[in-house]
């Protein structure tokens, strides 16, 4: 699933090594101390690099959030699109999508807190940025719908721009609870398995 | 200039109708300039008071825009109280909890801008708070899940304590996607339709 990176790792340039550096750092220092808490400064010294390398590789500090955000939705829409490749049933490529979604806060806690809170903290972010990727990943979903539609499994009334955007903010909000409750009421799988199945009632004819 | 500083028998009890024009003000200057790059001097400015007046009623400005969430909410919650006990019919109290929650964006766009966008900019908000109202908020939603699933109305499985959070994210979303996008694409009957079809789609039997 993640073959980008193994094949990439051996032809690496070496400031590849020194910007994921800053990245992996970003995410320590933001996580720790919050977005505007933090300083370019700490992240400099979490990466082990002078304060002054930074701004080679990042504008600013909501540079650094924002390339943080669109690098791992990257990745997370790579592996989507590979995992969803391998079935033509739309349920069951609902269904990865939303355990997708939802197991990556278990596998990169720190940075599911950084996109879930502190994204919404770079009011630059939210305000300005042009959210491409993000538009990507949301489109993954609204195939998903149209799909459903086209093959008569999903109901024709539904429209994909709306339901996309309901889906996401509902797993979303998912995110939030857990980064944010330290011991959270329900499980990762009994969430997945009811959310799917809301949804997918929703969805389905 | 002779002053009392005896300031327990001196000091003025706060008046109801400066505290509400400080919130008032809060909103607009916000949602302006968003939430970190807000002043107090500035929102005693729009309020039309001293910039001490301000700390008469607020502690500071996380202070503020926790109040104002907290009023605000408790009048929504009032609201809806009062238009679902009109029914006994657990699919139109979803209804009128869904259309209040995505209405309240057309009736006052500037504090929706401020509950979606900003507060989530208030780290103190986001870590710190504990959010008595907004679980209050959300029970009406679990309640009306857990009286559909009594009267046989709603599917059993349901766990409400996370398809209320579904639910209020999704919402939530389309309340973010209103007050960021500067000509949504769907208008808000239609969104208040689609999602509603959809959720009770996945909570009916």
Sequence with gaps: MKTNKNKNSNKKPPQ????????RAA???????GFHNSKISQIAKEAGVADGT???YFK???DILIRLFEEKLDEIIDDLNAQIGQTDDPREKFKIFVRKHL???EKARNLSEVISVELRQSHKFMKEYHPQKFGEYLNILSRIIR????????????????IKRSIFGALDEMVLYWVLTPNPKYDLETCVNQV???FLRGLEK
């Design 196 to 198: 799917t199945d809301f």
């Design 103 to 105: 197991t990556t806060v």
């Design 54 to 56: 930074i701004y080679l």
């Design 60 to 62: 600013n500090k909501d």
């Design 147 to 162: 799909e459903g539609k086209e093959k008569g499994i999903f109901r024709s009334g539904l429209m994909p721009g709306i």
């Design 16 to 23: 590849k090594g020194k910007h994921e550096k800053i990245l």
């Design 27 to 33: 995410i320590k220092v933001f996580a720790k101390n």
